[in-house]
């Protein structure tokens, strides 16, 4: 007898423990399969500016007029360098930090997902917007991942994007200017009162590791390389600054009613590790060919006016920026003009 209840007891323990490895599985793919739906209608929302923003700058770039392949060249070489490597930082991030946590999404309290479209109107170079064929006229787009694990007030974000602009455009050449920044990783404390409350204050700031490019770019005509021989470098790119360095974000935003908000952002990292060329620009890219000298610095402002529905799957944003990778003065600093900022919370399982 009382081998047959120890046995039974074994299969009973042991079909208890079997079902609570069943739970914890479900209770992984629940909560993994909570972020699935937001995500891809984020990705949707992101690649459908992608697609814009590739259309806008083989105009601005005026990269479809002959001759052929350079302006091909030009377009996607730039194009893969900043899109694949957002896609590839923050692919390789998630999948280490998801295989580090056991392959479950429980520990985390919030995600979200945020993306900028921009559109430029001016730029440091111009005297005016429109000047020079054009100058100021540009796109741009930045993306992030941000969460909130369980117990804690800081938010870890990774991401990045980038800016292009027209310079300078006649018969005989097309220039441009382009900043791209990644953020592999930064981190920012949460403070805020009652979200529930008629006027509610939210701020977040924090460090964060920075890197990047400042890039010139040129792409002649047919008539360009016949009278003034312009032969333009392979992909159409000119350096102007790179590197890495620390910096810090912050960000505040004031609700009201749960649903209209003030809100502005700045960010600025010094890049310690590289810097300007270190000597003239090619003149090909006049009249960004000035001298640099300094420290490269990122920088991004923006403040604009918010709308979101507690209902609703996203909240979205009105602002106008200023953001640029160089070693201008601080003051002289800035390509300037509007975008939309999408916020998307993404569902994670269990209570926060």
């Not at 692919?91 to 946590?101: H, N, T």
């Not at 559109?119 to 941000?146: E, K, Q, W």
Request: glycine share 12%; net charge neutral; charged share 20%.
């Amino acid at each position: 007898m009382l081998l047959v209840t120890g046995v039974l007891s074994f299969a009973c323990d042991d079909a208890r423990a079997d079902d609570a490895r069943q739970d914890a599985r479900a209770r992984r793919l629940r909560s993994g399969a909570d972020l699935v739906e937001p995500l891809a209608n984020a990705l949707v929302l992101d690649g459908m500016w992608s697609v814009a923003t590739n259309v806008a700058t083989t105009l601005t770039n005026r990269a479809w007029d002959a001759p052929y392949p350079w302006g091909t060249i030009g377009q996607y070489s730039t194009r893969l360098l900043y899109g694949l490597s957002w896609t590839a930082m923050l692919g390789i991030e998630s999948l280490a930090l998801v295989a580090a946590k056991g392959w479950t999404f429980e520990w985390l309290a919030e995600a979200s997902f945020r993306t900028d479209w921009m559109i430029a109107t001016d730029a440091p170079v111009c005297p005016r917007p429109g000047a020079y064929g054009g100058c100021g006229t540009g796109v741009g787009n930045f993306a992030f991942l941000s969460f909130r694990p369980r117990g804690s007030r800081w938010w870890f974000e990774a991401g990045g994007g980038w800016i292009q602009q027209r310079i300078f455009d006649d018969p005989y050449r097309t220039v441009a200017e382009s900043s791209w920044v990644l953020t592999p990783v930064s981190a920012t404390y949460e403070v805020k009162t009652d979200p529930e409350s008629p006027i509610a204050l939210r701020a977040v700031a924090g460090p964060g590791i920075y890197f990047g490019l400042h890039n010139g770019h040129m792409h002649p005509t047919l008539e360009g390389k016949r009278e003034k021989d312009l032969e333009p470098r392979i992909g159409e790119m000119y350096l102007l600054d790179g590197g890495i360095g620390p910096g810090g974000r912050a960000e505040v935003r004031l609700t009201f009613f749960r649903r209209v908000s003030l809100e502005g952002e700045l960010v600025m990292a010094p890049f310690l590790l590289g810097g300007p060329t270190g000597s003239r620009p090619s003149s090909d890219i006049a009249p960004l060919d000035f001298e640099r000298e300094g420290t490269s610095v990122w920088r991004k402002v923006t403040a604009g006016i918010a709308y979101g529905d507690p209902k609703w799957p996203l909240k979205l944003t009105l602002a106008a920026f200023a953001a640029e990778l160089s070693d201008r003065p601080i003051e002289k600093a800035g390509h300037r003009g509007i975008m939309l900022r999408f916020d998307m919370p993404l569902r994670v399982g269990g209570a926060l």
